[in-house]
């Protein structure tokens, strides 16, 4: 099961590599990017399509740390305070098993 999720991860690649491809040869054409207040050297749109999709993805990732770590920390305050109840639970249970040893001696 695990070499037909690599298999088809794959071929979903290879695709996605083959469409980039097509997409950069069908669109070579160096344009000049204006910015308002700067404009950037002629490159091809590919490569312009491209670096806004790597900025974008970059600020997104740094827009998204500041829920990540607070997430982060949630969770292992979480686990920390599961870990506390485990250890609690299992106190309770070894004193009720004496108390009931206790209670079977005496009578």
């Known amino acids: 099961m695990r070499w037909l999720k690599g298999l088809i991860l794959a071929i979903i690649l290879l695709a996605v590599l083959l469409v980039g491809i097509l997409f950069a040869v069908n669109n070579s054409e160096a344009l000049p990017l204006n910015l308002i207040w700067l404009e950037l050297p002629p490159a091809s749109l590919s490569v312009w399509l491209l670096a806004s999709l790597a900025v974008g993805v970059l600020l997104g990732m740094l827009a ?38 206790e209670l079977k001696e005496l009578a």
Do not use: F, I
């Open 64 to 101: 998204m740390s500041g829920v990540y770590l607070r997430l982060r920390a949630l969770l292992t305050r979480a686990q920390r305070h599961n870990q506390q109840q485990r250890k609690e639970l299992d106190k309770l249970r070894v004193q009720e098993l004496k108390e009931t040893r």
